[in-house]
């Protein structure tokens, strides 16, 4: 089964627009964590954001926030004003607790801001 | 800082050779991890160590895999007997332990 699940292969979104992209996880661990990375056509990986599975608020970095909601588990990543150079395929990713640390990865999803 | 490193940033090689990739990761981190991406995906773990240890190589695919890290710094992943099938970008991160992992540029092998 798959433990991290985005749904939206791609999407298109006009300039400063928000945007929300989604990402579903499955555990059994109590204590975990979510990433977010941002992968330009570069190819380099870029941390976003991180949520805790303790944490009682949501995070917020910047332009980002993740909207946790851990009964649903989810963690959809929220950027605010979008830009051009947000375009880029994201990913979510899950640590478990006793995964040596290793994250395991959704599918991305492929960001086209348009102008 | 200076941040992980990769090297070659493209490898083209042939089928059955073998080849090392490089990661230079970035200096104090303890924790390295080796990630694959086929194109269109997401990354695969392989393998991870803390310090010059392998602490766990459980996601490597079969036995031409391998990898070293002999001073607890820069890392080797070797493969051996290359097949199609291994063509993807190669990334490594590196981090303290528990804390988000920064990755490198990634290398992108081509057997042909």
């Known amino acids: 089964a798959q433990k991290i699940t985005q749904t939206q292969p791609g999407m298109f979104v006009q300039e400063k627009e928000a945007v929300t992209l989604d990402c579903t996880y499955d555990t059994s661990d109590q204590s975990y964590g979510l990433f977010w990375y941002k992968q330009p056509s570069s190819g380099e990986m870029i941390f976003l954001i991180y949520?805790?599975?303790?944490d009682e608020q949501n995070a917020t970095e910047g332009r980002y926030s993740l909207n946790f909601q851990k009964a649903r588990k989810s963690a959809n990543l929220v950027i605010s004003a979008s830009q051009l150079g947000d375009s880029a395929m994201y990913f979510c990713a899950m640590r478990e607790r006793d995964s040596n640390y290793q994250l395991i990865w959704g599918a991305g999803t492929k960001l086209i801001i348009k102008p | 800082g200076a941040g992980v490193s990769q090297t070659p940033s493209n490898k083209v090689t042939e089928k059955g050779k073998y080849v090392e990739l490089r990661c230079d990761p970035i200096?104090?981190?303890?924790?390295l991890y080796w990630y694959r991406q086929s194109l269109g995906q997401g990354p695969e773990f392989l393998i991870y160590f803390q310090g010059t240890g392998a602490a766990d190589d459980s996601g490597l695919p079969n036995d031409r895999f391998f990898a070293v890290r002999p001073e607890g710094s820069v890392s080797t992943l070797k493969i051996q007997r290359t097949e199609r099938g291994d063509s993807a970008v190669y990334l490594c991160a590196s981090s303290s332990p528990g804390n988000e992992q920064f990755f490198g540029p990634g290398t992108r092998l081509t057997v042909l």
């Open positions: 949520q805790g599975s303790y």
């Open positions: 200096s104090g981190h303890t924790a």
